[in-house]
């Protein structure tokens, strides 16, 4: 439990709902049909070099010119699978409702067109609803999406319950965490990290569990006078 800063100070029923319905979705087991799928997203800033930076030498590091260019902020949709260990990112110019439906779609015809469900497990930003579905798609197509979406949102201040977070601060450590001038580079770089994380780090194990939180975290629930 590193980010013990987004845990709310005080007792939050509405915390704990959300905290307990994730919690008790990580307990299922593996189900094709039906498979979980943790959502986030992040941007990174463009930045491109002024000078070309001095190469790699004995004794020295690669060393950049301090000025640099910003090129923009591209946004990445990181959609993680942790019963199976695989990982989609989508790299959009921005991060609108538009974008985020537009991968739904992909997620839902794409990898898991022959699931009868799609668990999603996802925060509540306002654009992270089956409402954007309808504001880029027709009805009967909207309709069609959300209905593959079993949808379990993590509480507020309660990002550290959603797995692909996790991986997305991976991905900022390994890969993002230097100056990247535009976003076809992004693509490759983010591509690359994507099938050397599938290979290694295979499936995820959560150890949280409900119980685990009505003792740890039992400020967080309300005084029940019985």
């Not at 015809?109 to 027709?138: C, R």
Request: glycine share 4%.
């Amino acid at each position: 439990m590193k980010k013990q800063w987004c845990i709310p100070p005080k007792a939050s029923a509405q915390f704990v709902w959300h905290m307990e319905d994730v919690l008790d979705v990580y307990t299922r087991p593996y189900d094709p049909k039906r498979p979980l799928v943790c959502m986030d997203e992040t941007s990174k800033q463009l930045v491109g070099e002024r000078r070309v930076p001095l190469p790699l030498q004995p004794g020295k590091p690669v060393r950049y010119d301090a000025e640099y260019v910003r090129n923009g902020v591209c946004n990445l949709f990181v959609f993680y699978e942790p019963l199976c260990g695989r990982r989609q990112l989508h790299l959009t110019d921005q991060r609108t409702r538009n974008d985020w439906a537009h991968c739904i779609k992909d997620l839902v015809d794409g990898q898991h067109s022959q699931a009868d469900k799609i668990v999603l497990v996802m925060d509540q930003l306002n654009t992270h609803s089956p409402a954007s579905l309808y504001e880029a798609f027709a009805p009967a197509e909207a309709k069609r999406l959300a209905d593959k979406l079993e949808i379990h949102y993590t509480p507020k201040h309660g990002s550290w319950l959603n797995m692909a977070e996790i991986e997305l601060s991976v991905l900022s450590r390994q890969c993002l965490n230097r100056r990247i001038a535009d976003k076809a580079t992004l693509g490759r770089e983010v591509a690359a990290w994507q099938q050397r994380r599938d290979a290694r780090a295979g499936k995820a194990h959560w150890r949280f569990t409900t119980a685990d939180a009505r003792i740890k975290l039992r400020h967080l629930y309300p005084s029940i006078n019985e």
